[in-house]
């Protein structure tokens, strides 16, 4: 899905991923793999624009309900569901399955946001009015009530069940709400100064006592442009190939991410499908993959 972004062509993003070899490198690990396909989509070009300040939001919202119907029959089903997009937006959708699963069986959902935007604008505060930069907002009950209302009323996160890793695009109705919120948010900034080990250790250790279900969202422009040129909104001065994989490769260490999210893969703006193939090789440390 594109609908979301700005920029056009993150919907074959997911295409680039699975030609990437995201399948043969999971089951090099070890794991049975079953690729479910895609949630179909009505491309812009066969609808009309109903609000200029929600672009597409019916069809956004058609296609978050049915992935989050996918997203809980996995994890009903004994399964990791590993969602690949995409623009951002899709995670109103994966948030949602999981909210339901958990909420069937007592567990307590917690999200880690790996992103350079903090995507939790709501339709008021969003200079563009793009949907993939309002999916953490519509998570904690915030937003649009068609989105809002996706699998029921009720808030299907809560802030201090949320975690922001590498944030350094920020809008100002974001900032205003993260502090209202009090939200732990984490910048590059805080990175630079901690170092990511030290960070990522104690905010995954912190988060640990809280919840039971960790769901780990991945925003491919979290990742510096000169690593991976191919996201539409690209910020510089993100995370190094080796930062973002040891972020990965301690929260998979931690054995409580039961879900993960890999989003804003695109491959027009991308060279020779390198940023599809460091999303692919990402997923494989978060599974388990090691140098030695």
Not at 28 to 54: C, F, M, N, P, S
Not at 87 to 116: E, F, P, Q
Not at 147 to 160: A, F, H, N, V
Not at 264 to 282: H, K, M, T, Y
Request: a negative charge.
């Amino acid at each position: 899905m594109d609908l979301g972004a700005g920029r056009r062509g993150v919907d074959m993003g997911p295409s680039a991923i699975r030609i990437a070899g995201v399948s043969a490198k999971l089951r090099a690990l070890g794991y049975h793999v079953i690729d479910a396909g895609d949630i179909d989509i009505r491309t812009a070009e066969v609808q009309e624009i109903e609000d200029i300040k929600l672009p597409y939001l019916p069809e956004i919202a058609s296609a978050c309900t049915r992935l989050a119907m996918e997203v809980e029959s996995a994890l009903d089903g004994g399964e990791f569901p590993l969602v690949l997009g995409g623009d951002h937006s899709m995670a109103i959708g994966t948030i949602t399955g999981i909210d339901a699963y958990c909420r069937k069986r007592n567990k307590r959902l917690g999200v880690i946001w790996i992103d350079a935007h903090a995507d939790i604008n709501t339709p008021d505060s969003s200079p563009s009015g793009n949907i993939h930069g309002m999916p953490v907002a519509v998570a904690l009950g915030l937003g649009a009530p068609m989105l809002t209302s996706i699998g029921g009323p009720e808030p299907k996160l809560t802030p201090d069940r949320l975690i922001y890793i590498g944030l350094r695009s920020v809008d100002p109705g974001e900032r205003a709400l993260i502090r209202k919120l009090k939200i732990e948010a984490h910048t590059m900034t805080d990175l630079d100064k901690h170092g990511v080990y030290s960070l990522i250790t104690k905010a995954v250790a912190s988060l640990r006592k809280e919840v039971d279900h960790l769901h780990v969202s991945f925003d491919l422009d979290v990742v510096d442009p000169m690593v991976a040129s191919g996201v539409g909104t690209p910020v510089p001065g993100g995370l190094t190939y080796r930062e973002a994989h040891l972020i990965m490769e301690v929260i998979a260490d931690t054995g409580y991410m039961h879900s993960m999210e890999v989003a804003e893969v695109n491959p027009i703006l991308d060279v020779r499908n390198a940023s599809a193939e460091f999303a692919a090789g990402l997923i494989a440390s978060s599974m388990g993959k090691r140098i030695l």
